[in-house]
């Protein structure tokens, strides 16, 4: 036996041993047992995984898909996400971890640049109305902080000719805002005395395990352990005191209390097989991820700091043009409308949970910020549709053009508080290309542009008047990918 061949049987068996034993003390013997086999190369792979872990970790994200990217991997962005039926790297696990076994033992590491632009504006139709209880000034307000790093790597390691383990990095969409204390009369948007928005940051580690069932098929499945922060400001309006709603569970856990974080997991499965020549049929489902709460924000969010993370599913094709090209198109659904503290509507549980009765409030607690049917974002599910084509313009290059088109999450009914959350993106335009370094190395790049979306709808609490959310994004990526 040969040292390559002696190499996939130890990383075949140990991994099996790994997976099936139940004692986390046999587990760390095992994980023992493979660093002591790692050669300086493979050290410095766990070197850069962790570099980009800590990375990821101060690294906000934001939102493309409502709370989800646009792709994943530099290859994948670049077909504006569309690919589940089309492995190119070990990012592929990020959409469908039944690739890992078609993309053999490779690295990939690369980052984005990434430029969300998001503002509201306020108008000044409140004109005759009632007093309102709330309006904002009018004006156009910006959202500071423009230019983000957000990394992300991936390894794959094929146990045999037929089986792969991988890990791969990633971050998720999701929201980040940061208004200026000089808003709303210099009152902060919220009148919360300072500056507003929120900050979401998510780290997910995806262990895979992949298959080939026959000649033309494979299925694939993998952990997800997911690690989030997040930190609201300049929400004290919400909370208990004098000039205030009074409408939070938990005043003292609703906001300016620094970063919280939360853990959990879910599952990723997956499933491929070319049905004819040319022809490729995939699909993959993601679990709803359990995650703990946000106890720092437990008057907040619903269910006392609940932020799951929705279950998606996709489904696709990718058709051979040509022996050059290839045509690619995905379906993909994500469930808002599972996880309480995205989903629940803002009103009327506001004006339920209001203490001043005389004012029109129900003083329900139950109804409270904070609380299982406690006000939240609003968003609805959402089905987005992607498209892609790429082709190979001689041996060294290979070029892509993506489209995407998902439907609004946010009704216009739900625009006060997604001031805070402005996923009002629908369409995505996409290039990219990779070039070959050697027979070996290639580097990848993808370009994206979200073009400018508004969502208008009326200030529940302003008598009248409407509020404009307004977002346009773009997003740089390269990255490198060494075989092995």
Sequence with gaps: ????????????????KFLFTKSFFTQSLLIKSILTKLSVTQLSVIKLMAGVIILMLVAPVHATNGYFGHGYGVKNKGLAGAGVALPQDAMIAATNPAGMVYVGDRMDIGAAIFSPRRKYT???????????????????VESDKEYFLIPHFARNWMLDTNSSAGVTVYGNGGMNTDYPASANGGRGTYAGGKGAGVDLSQLFINLSYARKLGQSSAWGAGLILAYQQFEATGLAAFGAGAQTFNVSASPDNLTDNGRDSATGYGLKLGWQSELTPG??????????????????????????????????????????????????LDVQKIMYSDIR??????????????PNTNAGGGNDPTK????????????????VVKIGYQWQAGPDWTWRLGYSKGDQPIPDSEVLFNILAPAVIEEHVTFGFTTLINPTSEFNFSFMYALNNKVTGPNPLGSGQQITLEMDQFELAGSYSMKF
């Excluded at 306020?122 to 156009?140: C, H, K, R, V, Y």
């Excluded at 008057?299 to 290839?326: C, H, K, M, Q």
Aim: proline share 6%; hydrophobic share 35%; net charge negative.
């Design 1 to 16: 036996m040969n040292q390559f061949s002696r190499q996939l049987f130890f990383r075949q068996r140990v991994f099996k």
């Design 279 to 328: 022809l490729t049929l995939a699909a993959s489902y993601q679990s709803e991820m359990k995650m703990s709460e946000f106890d720092d924000y437990s008057g907040l969010f619903a269910e006392d700091g609940g932020f799951d993370i929705p279950s998606t599913w996709t489904i696709g094709l990718a058709y051979n043009v040509s022996s050059r090209s290839t045509f690619v």
């Design 341 to 354: 503290s995205i989903s629940n509507p803002f009103m009327p549980a506001l004006f339920q949970c209001f």
């Design 368 to 383: 409270c910020l904070g609380t299982n049917d406690g006000s939240g974002f609003g968003w609805e599910d959402i089905t």
């Design 122 to 140: 306020a108008d000044n139709s409140i004109g005759n109305q009632p007093t309102p209880m709330f309006p904002l000034t009018p004006e156009t």
